[in-house]
C-alpha cells in the first residue's frame, strides 16, 4: 500500500504551538512536553494516522529596564528545539520507523506546529 501523506490534514491534537514557546518559557527555562499529539486524516487511510511525540525546547528572555529616555523593553531568545517522534499508528495499527517514514512524520508534524497559529481553527476541536 502507497501512502500519500500530502493528503494529510490535521484534525485533532493536543501540542504546543511555537509561538507559545516563549509563553511557557517564561516560568522555566527548559520544557518538555512528552505527550503531545496529532491526529491526521489521509487519503486511503480508513482511520487515519496518529503521531505521538515529545516537544524539547529551552531559551530565556533578557529585559532592559529602560531608563527616563528608553522604555523597557524584552525579548526572548530560544536556543533549543527539537521533536522526537515516540508512536505512529496507521489505521490503528502501530508502525515500525523506518529512517524515511520518520522524515516524511517529522517534516508533517514540525509544518503543523509552525504553521498552526496562521490557521483558523474556530470550528474545530483542536486543543493547541
Known amino acids: ?3 500519500d501523506f ?3 490534514i490535521l484534525y485533532d491534537g493536543d501540542f504546543t504551538r511555537s509561538e507559545n514557546y516563549s509563553d511557557l518559557i517564561e516560568n522555566y527555562d527548559h520544557i518538555t512536553l512528552d505527550e503531545s499529539w496529532m491526529n491526521f486524516t489521509v487519503e486511503g487511510l480508513e482511520d487515519g494516522l496518529f503521531v505521538q511525540f515529545t ?3 529551552e531559551g530565556y528572555w533578557t529585559h532592559c529596564p ?3 529616555w528608553t522604555p523597557p523593553d524584552s525579548d526572548f531568545e530560544l ?3 527539537e521533536l522526537f517522534i515516540n508512536r505512529v499508528l496507521l489505521d490503528d495499527i502501530e508502525v ?3 529512517t ?3 522524515r516524511l512524520i517529522m517534516i508533517l508534524v514540525i509544518n503543523e506546529i509552525e504553521n498552526s497559529a496562521r490557521r483558523n481553527y474556530s470550528k474545530s476541536y483542536i486543543r493547541v
Open 79 to 81: 536556543i533549543k528545539d
Open 6 to 8: 500530502s493528503t494529510a
Open 66 to 68: 529602560g531608563d527616563r
Open 96 to 98: 515500525e520507523m523506518t
Open 55 to 57: 516537544q524539547d525546547f
Open 100 to 102: 524515511e517514514l520518520e
Open 1 to 3: 500500500m502507497t501512502i
